[in-house]
């Protein structure tokens, strides 16, 4: 387990095509800005390691691999893969103020791993628009409340649903993942997810 991620080097992403990776017909890459995350999700992997302990990049190391990216390689999306990007609200701001500041108006972000619902509000919905996203994944992993608790979700299905009303007021294009086949689920309780996002 590494403590500093400030000790990492850069990705050596001078040793891809960048003509490879694209989304949108525009270059594409992926970020780091935090490792870890503190929730114990039943069928995450990530909590049976050390890795699960949140560290977070100085944002200033962040926006100074973005600025190289952008400068030496013409990328022009950048997806975030965080466990948990929205975990640490103020350094998921800071890091969006620091991009806006950047003067990348034809960046993009996406947060392709995903985002926890729970810790979206109105404010920083509105500061990822404000920043370049243009599309969120969001997983309600199931809508039976017995699953949740058995596979210890955080959040509730209400404050699931507001957050999608939020979002959407934002006009972002969503995503939204479930998982069917946890454990003692029931064709019931799965087609019940798929009508409570319908």
Do not use: W
């Amino acid at each position: 387990l590494i403590d500093d991620l400030d000790s990492l080097p850069l990705p050596a992403r001078d040793l891809l095509d960048p003509e490879a990776y694209t989304v949108g017909g525009r270059r594409y890459t992926m970020l780091l800005t935090t490792r870890g995350c503190p929730h114990t999700c039943g069928f995450c992997a990530l909590p049976t390691t050390p890795c699960s302990l949140f560290r977070k990049r100085p944002p200033e190391r962040v926006l100074a691999e973005v600025s190289e990216c952008y400068e030496k390689y013409q990328i022009r999306h950048f997806d975030i893969e965080d466990d948990n990007f929205t975990l640490d609200r103020t350094h998921a701001k800071n890091i969006l103020k620091g991009f806006r500041g950047l003067s990348m108006d034809d960046a993009r972000l996406s947060a392709m791993n995903g985002v926890a619902a729970d810790s979206l509000t109105p404010e920083l919905t509105a500061e990822m628009r404000e920043s370049g996203f243009t599309h969120l994944d969001l997983a309600v992993v199931t809508s039976d409340r017995d699953r949740r608790r058995t596979v210890s979700r955080p959040g509730s299905l209400t404050q699931f649903s507001d957050t999608l009303e939020h979002v959407r007021a934002q006009a972002f294009r969503t995503t939204v993942h479930m998982i069917l086949g946890l454990p003692e689920d029931s064709i019931e309780n799965m087609l019940e997810t798929l009508l409570f996002l319908m």
